[in-house]
Structures are given as structure tokens and as C-alpha cells.
């Protein structure tokens, strides 16, 4: 019961997390938030490490388990988390969210490639209903912004964003929100979220493969560390630390309490798959799609799209994880054997 409701705890202050970031990038930028997220990630999984008595461990890892951590670092942790911040950042936490999710088939389509692992009708349907649920809500968003005011996104983020930044609205009215959602490039960013962080999970398997019994708390701090070097080669870019050094006041507590939840959901997942099976733990961490819908509601209700094909796209997307991570035949088990059979039925692997 405990790994349970730490996977539960981890679904939440992920969600939490994002909603938070991306209150920050209504103003502010994704490097600002990236600024903060990345440096203080690698230093809580360094003091867990120094907490739990294994900074021994990071001399451990053999060359080509290191190889693996850094990779999955640098992509995970900087590429994906700046492709998830800037879909977060163009079309919001609730559209945005589906499209990232898919890392789930994404993973079970580069398992089955590359480790040869099943793939079932079940799996297959929930891969459907992930896309599906994906496409619905981003068409009803692109239908609902088209017949909407031409307003440009930043002048519509500045007539939001001035009662809530403590700066006083334009007009006298009451306010309304004008967020139009960039589905386009949203989805782009969202897709490239996916395969990151769909990829990222089969790197830290190979690392674990050629590192057997090694610390997963020091592997997190080696993936960070290759994820801080890489990120500080950013700042060599012309404007870059400008960028970060014009962070606004109003939204650095954003940006502090994103990098903190970060952290402690990444440390509440560990946790999670320490004391319960990864078919429990996993998919109660798909739940962060619904706390996402209700979060945003309550702290960015006007920087969001919300509507009923929102809502049930978000809720397809769970069921179709859920299908994809459970373990097929405890799913069905108790259905009649010609169907069980059936939804058994491997396409794909051994």
C-alpha cells in the first residue's frame, strides 16, 4: 500500500509541477524554468545519495553503463524537458499533456524493436485509444481557435496575465481569457517530448543491463550530471544568460516551485518502484493526466483550453496507458477465454 500511494503522490506533484512551470511560461521563457529545473534536480539527487551513503557507487558504473546515463540524461532531462516545456508553453498543460503521454506506446513500439518484447491486441487497442483521445482534443481546440477572436497570443497573455502579475488590466471589463493555443508547433514540441522521454526509460535499462545491482540514486545523479554539462553549454549561446538574468520576479516562484516538485516526484517514483511492481506502479502514475486537468483549472484557468473533448481525450489517454502497461493476462483473466484469447494474441514479439 505504501508504493501505491507513492506512485500516487508522484502522479500528483508531477502534474503540480508542470501546472506550475507552465504559470511560469505564460511570461517568462523555457530557459528560465530550465535554468532552475536542472541545476536543482541533480543537486537533491545528489544529497539523496549523500543521504542514503551510496556516493560510493558513482565510481561503479562501467564505461558503456555510463555511456547509457549520460545519453539518457542529456536526453531526458534537457531535450525532452525543454520540448515539454515549450509545448507546455504553446498550447497548454491540458492539450499539451495527451500528446506527451504517448512516450507510452513510444516506449512499447522501441521495446518490441529493439528487446523483442510482446506486443498484444490489448496493447494495441490502448495504443489506439492514446492516439485517439490525443487527436480529439487538439482538433476540437484547433476548431474552437479558429472561430476566435484574431487577438495575437502575446497581447493576449499581457490582457490575462496583468490583474494576476499585479499590473492593472487594459480595459474596465470583466476579465475574459484570450489564450489561442499553437496547436502546430505545440504538437511538434509534444511529439518530440514523447520520444524523448518514451526512448529515456530504455537507455536506463541498458545502463542497468551493464551495471547489474547498481544504485539507482546514484545513476539518477550521473544522468543529471551529464544533463548539468550539457545544459551549461547552452549559456555559451549569444543572449543566453541574458535570457536567464531577465527572469521577473513574478515568476521566479514558478519557476522555485517547479524545480522542487520535480524533484520530489522523481524521488516519490523511486521510491514507488522500490516497494511495489512496476504493472502497479505505472499505471497509477498516467493519473498525473487527470490532477493535470483539474490543477490547471484551479491555477491557470486562463491560460488553458478546457472543454468536454479535453476532458475526454485526457481520460482516453489514461485507459489507453493503462491497457499498454498492465500486464495483459491479469487483465484478462476474467473475461470469457474467447475473448481473453484474443486480446492475448501477440502481433508482435516472442
Given at each position: 500500500?505504501?508504493?501505491?500511494?507513492?506512485?500516487?503522490?508522484?502522479?500528483?506533484?508531477?502534474?503540480?509541477?508542470?501546472?506550475?512551470?507552465?504559470?511560469?511560461?505564460?511570461?517568462?521563457?523555457?530557459?528560465?524554468?530550465?535554468?532552475?529545473?536542472?541545476?536543482?534536480?541533480?543537486?537533491?539527487?545528489?544529497?539523496?545519495?549523500?543521504?542514503?551513503?551510496?556516493?560510493?557507487?558513482?565510481?561503479?558504473?562501467?564505461?558503456?553503463?555510463?555511456?547509457?546515463?549520460?545519453?539518457?540524461?542529456?536526453?531526458?532531462?534537457?531535450?525532452?524537458?525543454?520540448?515539454?516545456?515549450?509545448?507546455?508553453?504553446?498550447?497548454?498543460?491540458?492539450?499539451?499533456?495527451?500528446?506527451?503521454?504517448?512516450?507510452?506506446?513510444?516506449?512499447?513500439?522501441?521495446?518490441?524493436?529493439?528487446?523483442?518484447?510482446?506486443?498484444?491486441?490489448?496493447?494495441?487497442?490502448?495504443?489506439?485509444?492514446?492516439?485517439?483521445?490525443?487527436?480529439?482534443?487538439?482538433?476540437?481546440?484547433?476548431?474552437?481557435?479558429?472561430?476566435?477572436?484574431?487577438?495575437?497570443?502575446?497581447?493576449a497573455i499581457t490582457t490575462v496575465s496583468g490583474?494576476?502579475?499585479?499590473?492593472?488590466?487594459?480595459?474596465?471589463?470583466?476579465?475574459?481569457?484570450?489564450?489561442?493555443p499553437q496547436l502546430f508547433s505545440g504538437c511538434?514540441?509534444?511529439?518530440?517530448?514523447?520520444?524523448?522521454?518514451?526512448?529515456?526509460?530504455?537507455?536506463?535499462?541498458?545502463?542497468?543491463?551493464?551495471?547489474?545491482?547498481?544504485?539507482?540514486?546514484?545513476?539518477?545523479?550521473?544522468?543529471?550530471?551529464?544533463?548539468?554539462?550539457?545544459?551549461?553549454?547552452?549559456?555559451?549561446?549569444?543572449?543566453?544568460?541574458?535570457?536567464?538574468?531577465?527572469?521577473?520576479?513574478?515568476?521566479?516562484?514558478?519557476?522555485?516551485?517547479?524545480?522542487?516538485?520535480?524533484?520530489?516526484?522523481?524521488?516519490?517514483?523511486?521510491?514507488?518502484?522500490?516497494?511495489?511492481?512496476?504493472?502497479?506502479?505505472?499505471?497509477?502514475?498516467?493519473?498525473?493526466?487527470?490532477?493535470?486537468?483539474?490543477?490547471?483549472?484551479?491555477?491557470?484557468?486562463?491560460y488553458e483550453v478546457m472543454n468536454a473533448a479535453?476532458?475526454?481525450?485526457?481520460?482516453?489517454?489514461?485507459?489507453?496507458?493503462?491497457?499498454?502497461?498492465?500486464?495483459?493476462?491479469?487483465?484478462?483473466?476474467?473475461?470469457?477465454?474467447?475473448?481473453?484469447?484474443?486480446?492475448?494474441?501477440?502481433?508482435?514479439?516472442?
Open positions: 500500500m505504501l508504493g501505491i500511494l507513492y506512485a500516487a503522490l508522484g502522479a500528483f506533484t508531477f502534474s503540480l509541477n508542470n501546472v506550475t512551470l507552465r504559470r511560469g511560461v505564460v511570461t517568462g521563457s523555457v530557459l528560465q524554468g530550465m535554468a532552475l529545473t536542472v541545476p536543482i534536480g541533480g543537486l537533491s539527487f545528489l544529497l539523496m545519495a549523500i543521504a542514503f551513503g551510496e556516493l560510493g557507487q558513482l565510481v561503479t558504473f562501467p564505461p558503456v553503463a555510463l555511456a547509457w546515463l549520460f545519453c539518457q540524461g542529456i536526453v531526458h532531462f534537457v531535450i525532452g524537458r525543454y520540448c515539454n516545456y515549450r509545448s507546455n508553453q504553446l498550447m497548454g498543460v491540458n492539450l499539451s499533456a495527451p500528446v506527451v503521454q504517448l512516450q507510452v506506446p513510444f516506449a512499447m513500439l522501441l521495446a518490441v524493436l529493439t528487446l523483442h518484447e510482446r506486443f498484444t491486441v490489448l496493447q494495441a487497442i490502448g495504443s489506439a485509444l492514446m492516439l485517439g483521445g490525443s487527436f480529439v482534443a487538439q482538433t476540437e481546440a484547433g476548431d474552437k481557435s479558429a472561430t476566435a477572436s484574431a487577438t495575437p497570443l502575446s497581447a490583474p494576476v502579475q499585479g499590473r492593472p488590466a487594459r480595459s474596465g471589463g470583466p476579465r475574459k481569457s484570450a489564450f489561442r511538434l514540441f509534444g511529439f518530440a517530448a514523447a520520444a524523448c522521454y518514451g526512448s529515456s526509460p530504455l537507455m536506463a535499462r541498458q545502463a542497468f543491463l551493464n551495471a547489474p545491482g547498481a544504485s539507482t540514486v546514484a545513476a539518477g545523479c550521473l544522468a543529471y550530471a551529464a544533463a548539468n554539462l550539457a545544459f551549461s553549454l547552452v549559456l555559451l549561446k549569444p543572449g543566453a544568460w541574458q535570457n536567464i538574468k531577465a527572469t521577473e520576479r513574478e515568476n521566479l516562484p514558478w519557476f522555485l516551485a517547479a524545480a522542487v516538485l520535480v524533484a520530489i516526484s522523481q524521488a516519490l517514483v523511486y521510491a514507488s518502484l522500490a516497494l511495489a511492481p512496476l504493472m502497479v506502479v505505472t499505471p497509477i502514475l498516467q493519473l498525473s493526466l487527470v490532477f493535470r486537468l483539474f490543477l490547471s483549472q484551479l491555477i491557470n484557468r486562463d479535453v476532458i475526454a481525450g485526457a481520460f482516453a489517454a489514461v485507459l489507453g496507458s493503462m491497457l499498454i502497461s498492465l500486464d495483459t493476462d491479469q487483465l484478462t483473466f476474467a473475461l470469457a477465454p474467447g475473448v481473453a484469447e484474443f486480446l492475448r494474441y501477440r502481433l508482435v514479439g516472442h
